[in-house]
């Protein structure tokens, strides 16, 4: 990242913590400070001839390998040899029978996510970051500032980006007000009011009022938001974090990873 960006994100890191909200869930805290360390899937493997094993995210992607016998809008992965969980090694299972929406209030699920691309980049994605936040979270603001800048890198490259916040400012059920001013950039500011912390999400963000989905991914009581995983073309999970936010260095390799092997145990 060159100069002028690093001060971007310094001066969007430093907006969200002067007008960070102050009605902090307690309990939250607690889990934020014993989170566990990040989970990594296997190496990308190297076939001898100096190129990662895959297409190396250069080349179309073979169709053929690309998992989609279970049910969704466009097929969907099979829990494959491992199953469906929510640790690395594990397939992720789609959200169809929960309700989760979009600001807009359109109906959403996972599945949407392993339909062909109808922008310019054309192809099925090659990696999804699901990442699982919530209004008062500081590190969910934190990472959230930066995200913008990862999706503009890696969205032509094949890889998506999808947050779902499952409560809002002061720990309450999210509505569609509070997920249109997330995604604008119209943050609560301390001492009341809102603030424009300079953002606009191009990147689907979406609610889940009743907490049914991310009650799974937030169960283990080690874990704390925000909670990111990323999945591979067939929805195996290759990476995740929880409790903190990640290291855009750390993120940035994952996401080259996945695009140069977007199979995984196919």
Known sequence: MDEKADEKVDEKVSNVS?????????GALSMAGCAPPPEFGADTADDGNGDSMGDGGGAALDLTRLDRGAEGPCGYPTGGSKGYGTGVGKRFENSAQFPLSLCDGSSLEIGDFFCQRDDAYGEHNRGILINIGAGWCGPCQDETLEFPELYEEYHDKGIEIVQILFQDWV????????????ATGNWTAEGGGMQDVG???????????????????????????????LLDANGNIRWKLEGQKPDLAVLRTQFDLVIADPYGDD
Do not use: G, H
């Open 18 to 26: 002067m007008f960070r909200a102050v009605f902090i869930v307690a």
């Open 171 to 182: 720990a309450q059920t999210p509505t569609k007000a509070f997920c249109s001013d997330w």
């Open 199 to 229: 953002i606009r999400l191009e990147y689907p963000v979406a609610i889940d009022q009743v907490s049914d989905w991310t009650s799974k991914y937030l169960a283990d009581p080690e874990s704390a938001a925000p909670v990111n995983i």
